[in-house]
């Protein structure tokens, strides 16, 4: 088999600790920081290139507030470390205002951010 035969069926996946998902099984998922406290949900994607880079998060009020974020945050794919399938959640590998200082979060929250 061709490698673009081989690399076709994975164009449209998401990648989160070695594990593969379909875009629309990340969506409405409760998006938690390293200490278990939920941030908000996921609500869309961030796709550049054919590639998803991120997710697009409706942070919960309580989250605004003690990090003044916006209602909608993108947060990149990078800082999330692994799913809780039975939970329907996803896990940050850091506290969220570590995420906050990382040069893909600024990049992608960039209003001049080139997304498709």
Same mark, same amino acid.
């Given at each position: 088999?061709?490698? +673009?035969?081989?690399? *076709?069926?994975?164009?449209? #996946?998401?990648?989160?600790?070695? @594990?593969? /998902?379909?875009? !629309? %099984?990340?969506?409405?998922?409760?998006?938690?920081?390293?200490?278990?406290?939920?941030?908000?949900?996921?609500?869309?994607?961030?796709?550049?290139? +054919?590639?998803?880079? *991120?997710?697009?998060?409706? #942070?919960?009020?309580?989250?605004? @507030?003690? /990090?003044?974020? !916006? %209602?909608?945050?993108?947060?990149?794919?990078?800082?999330?470390?692994?799913?809780?399938?039975?939970?329907?959640?996803?896990?940050?590998?850091?506290?969220?205002?570590?995420?906050?200082?990382?040069?893909?979060?600024?990049?992608?929250?960039?209003?001049?951010?080139?997304?498709?």
């Amino acid at each position: 088999m061709s490698r +673009r035969g081989v690399q *076709g069926g994975w164009g449209n #996946t998401i990648r989160i600790d070695e @594990k593969l /998902y379909a875009p !629309d %099984e990340m969506l409405d998922r409760a998006v938690l920081d390293n200490q278990g406290r939920e941030v908000g949900v996921i609500t869309g994607m961030v796709k550049v290139n +054919r590639t998803y880079k *991120g997710f697009i998060v409706k #942070t919960r009020l309580h989250a605004q @507030k003690q /990090y003044g974020i !916006d %209602e909608n945050i993108r947060i990149p794919l990078t800082a999330f470390s692994r799913t809780r399938e039975r939970l329907d959640e996803i896990v940050r590998s850091r506290a969220i205002d570590r995420v906050l200082q990382l040069p893909s979060y600024v990049a992608i929250n960039d209003p001049n951010f080139d997304e498709e």
